[in-house]
């Protein structure tokens, strides 16, 4: 089954800015770990959700509201996913160092040293 949006994508948005927020100035998170830490929806199966989630955590991040600290949302090769030509690639990227976060001379962050370990366990 091909999955094109989340099957309640607010509540899904919702669900991914709360972690988004929770990631601490000087850290980042990926697509896909965030995706994991969202619970797949009990309409979908886990293969579909794996294949989707990421996308989707993209999606929620292109809409999300401005309290939001979208910066922190790299890809899984802690390389910024906007176009390095578009205004929005060198805003994140400022807002990033301006944090502390390090690029390599590729473009890089290591995300063993800068990657967030993730929400609390409750």
């Known amino acids: 089954m091909k999955y094109s949006s ?12 709360d972690i988004v927020r929770m ?12 995706a994991n830490w969202v619970p797949i929806a009990k309409t979908l199966d886990p293969q579909s959700y794996r294949a989707w989630g990421a996308r989707w955590v993209g999606g929620a991040m292109a809409n ?8 922190r949302v790299v890809n ?8 390095e030509e578009t205004k929005g690639f060198s805003v994140q990227r400022k807002l990033l160092e301006d944090e ?20 609390a366990e409750s």
């Open 6 to 17: 989340p099957p309640d994508r607010q509540f899904f948005y919702a669900q991914v800015w």
């Open 23 to 34: 990631i601490p100035p000087g850290y980042v998170s990926t697509y896909g770990k965030i």
């Open 64 to 71: 999300c509201p401005s309290d939001v600290p979208w910066q």
């Open 76 to 83: 899984s090769q802690g390389k910024i996913s906007l176009p």
């Open 100 to 119: 502390g976060i390090v690029f390599n001379e590729r473009g890089v962050i290591d995300l063993k040293r800068f990657g967030w370990d993730g929400p």
